[in-house]
């Protein structure tokens, strides 16, 4: 079993649709959880942290985490063409809090 | 005003050689750290420093050795290049170990 799972895609959705991307991880004592975008060519961006049991809504975005399943997302409402990206998953683990970083989801935004 | 930033960019050389590979920060954070994306697209963590002390050492070849000469530098030296050594290689930093950690725009390499 992978550390970091992720649905490699590509997930294609509608502009103005909501995407919804999802991550199990394997280490139940995880304790801090990130989602970062990567343009093509481009390096990770911090999109959401989220470290207690629920919703977290940052603007467009929601991350949610439910640590007793092991499983967090990410949601994008009003989804925009310059969503388009490859979404990286990343819990931390240990008491460096090594970040073990998910394969990512790559998501398409159609027009 | 960049907050992580490496050099070089770019850097396309032969097999054999030696080169080195420079970050530096100007965010106050106290943990740096390289990471390896390959073609497929993985994220690896090589090194991390915390306050200049080495804190994560990866399963990475002796041919890779860090260098953080204050809080604000991390550099990377690779001795005799291999033609898997081929991929983009990222610099970060956070202000703590468990906060967010913010990239460099990443440097690639490319071993002919």
């Known amino acids: 079993q992978k550390e970091v799972e992720q649905n490699s895609g590509p997930l294609s959705v509608p502009e103005g649709a909501i995407a919804s991307l999802n991550c199990t991880y394997s280490?139940?004592?995880?304790?801090?959880f990130f989602w970062y975008r990567q343009y093509s060519g481009k390096s990770p961006e911090l999109i959401m942290s989220i470290y207690s049991n629920g919703d977290k809504e940052d603007g467009r975005f929601t991350a949610q985490l439910n640590k007793a399943s092991q499983y967090v997302s990410l949601l994008i409402r009003d989804s925009q063409p310059s969503d388009s990206a490859t979404y990286l998953c990343a819990p931390a683990k240990g008491s460096n809090y090594q970040l073990i970083w998910g394969a990512g989801t790559k998501l398409i935004i159609k027009p | 005003d960049t907050a992580v930033s490496q050099t070089p960019k770019y850097l396309v050389t032969q097999m054999g050689n030696d080169k080195s590979i420079k970050c530096e920060q100007n965010?106050?954070?106290?943990?740096m750290y390289w990471y390896k994306q390959d073609s497929k697209k993985f994220l690896k963590i090589m090194f991390s420093?915390?306050?200049?002390?080495?804190?994560i050492n990866e399963t990475v070849p002796n041919r890779f050795s860090p260098k953080s000469p204050d809080k604000a530098h991390l550099n990377l030296h690779i001795n005799s290049l291999e033609l898997g050594d081929s991929a983009v290689y990222f610099c970060a930093s956070s202000s703590t170990q468990d906060q967010p950690q913010h990239f460099g725009d990443g440097t690639r390499l490319s071993i002919l």
């Open positions: 280490d139940r004592g995880s304790q801090s």
């Open positions: 965010l106050g954070h106290d943990t």
């Open positions: 420093y915390n306050n200049k002390e080495l804190i």
